[in-house]
């Protein structure tokens, strides 16, 4: 049963940093993202990475956020620079399995920019 479980979020002030886990189990996964949320928008695509190290990013957070991965340990990484108060949102991790590709969502995580 694949689960992944995001870790990390929180309460930060602008201009603050933060770093969300996203522990993945149950399968081999190629491809990591990191999405968000806020009240009243689409989720959005924040970074991604593949199993080899290629990464993307949304151009809003280009510079200040970095993703990463340890693969010994199915884990994915957002570290968060500079945050904005309008980067307040729930942060979800999608990660894509290797064989019988399929996406699979964690629960979420809230990230809150405020002074």
């Known amino acids: 049963q694949v689960q992944l479980v995001e870790s990390g979020g929180g309460l930060v002030q602008p201009g603050g940093s933060l770093r969300l886990s996203c522990a993945a189990s149950?399968?081999?996964?190629?491809?990591y993202a990191w999405y968000r949320q806020a009240p009243g928008k689409q989720r959005e695509l924040v970074a991604a990475?593949?199993?080899?190290?290629?990464?993307n990013y949304a151009d809003s957070v280009k510079g200040r956020f970095t993703i990463s991965r340890d693969n010994a340990k199915n884990t994915s990484y957002l570290q968060m620079n500079s945050l904005k108060p309008e980067e307040t949102a729930v942060y979800y991790c999608?990660?894509?399995?290797?064989?019988?590709?399929?996406?699979?969502w964690g629960q979420g995580t809230q990230v809150t920019v405020s002074s």
């Open positions: 990475i593949t199993s080899g190290g290629s990464t």
């Open positions: 149950g399968s081999i996964f190629s491809i």
């Open positions: 999608n990660a894509k399995t290797l064989f019988n590709p399929r996406n699979y």
